[in-house]
């Protein structure tokens, strides 16, 4: 019995997992490196709450927001290439200290390479991070493909890396699941008919992720 699809009652072919916010708690890493990468630029610092609310779309653009100490930036503030560089210096040296994986998950992961179903994970953290955490974790082990926010010209909430996995691995889309904590995650699944389970108390800008009406809400993995 896998916890997960016998929650949602889908037994899909080829799972799909975004990482922070779903699989790994990495927001106090990612709150310290902002902080750091703030007070060397001189700049006010973000807190807690914004960078909850800043976190999904990748490195580059949760930078752009703190120096526009705002979601939506208007311009590409002229700091924007060094102040990514010290970003990327200072969360490489933290080295995902206080960085936890989620209750749960490692169980599921495990019971679904038991039972025979792939299972890969697609998210928009640089490449030169994400299989460095899976494997500190032991997570890395499970998962037939890892695609990161600079393997395509396109990254999530484009489904061109959801559609490149169900390829990959000769799936159709119907019997694939994407799962995710962000609109980022449902949007990127909804563009190419996957079907997609959203789970809370991850990192959706402060919203509900209900609220993306994904086929499937879970509290919890």
């Known amino acids: 019995m896998i916890p997960l699809l016998n929650t949602i009652g889908f037994e899909p072919k080829l799972v799909l997992f975004d990482l922070d916010g779903t699989l790994l708690d990495s927001l106090p890493d990612l709150y310290c490196a902002s902080v750091s990468m703030a007070e060397a630029l001189n700049i006010s610092a973000p807190s807690l709450l914004q960078v909850e609310h800043w ?62 179903v792939k299972q890969g994970v697609i998210t928009n953290k640089p490449s030169r991070f994400t299989r460095p955490l899976l494997s500190k974790f032991g997570i890395l082990e499970y998962f037939d493909l890892v695609y990161c926010g600079d393997t395509f010209t396109e990254k999530k909430p484009h489904p061109m890396p959801l559609l490149k996995a169900a390829k990959q691995m000769g799936i159709d889309l119907e019997q694939c699941l994407m799962v995710g904590d962000s609109s980022n995650d449902i949007n990127a699944a909804k563009a190419c008919g996957m079907p997609c389970v959203g789970v809370r108390g991850g990192y959706n800008h402060g919203l509900d992720i209900a609220l993306c009406q994904p086929d499937w809400v879970v509290d919890h993995l």
């Open 55 to 116: 976190v999904g779309n990748g490195a580059a653009a949760l930078v752009q927001r703190i120096l526009a100490n705002q979601f939506t930036p208007q311009t590409l503030d002229p700091k924007f290439e060094p102040a990514l560089d010290l970003f990327m210096d200072f969360y490489h040296q933290l080295g995902s200290q206080q960085t936890k994986l989620y209750g749960g998950v490692e169980l599921l992961l495990q019971s679904l390479q038991k039972n025979g």
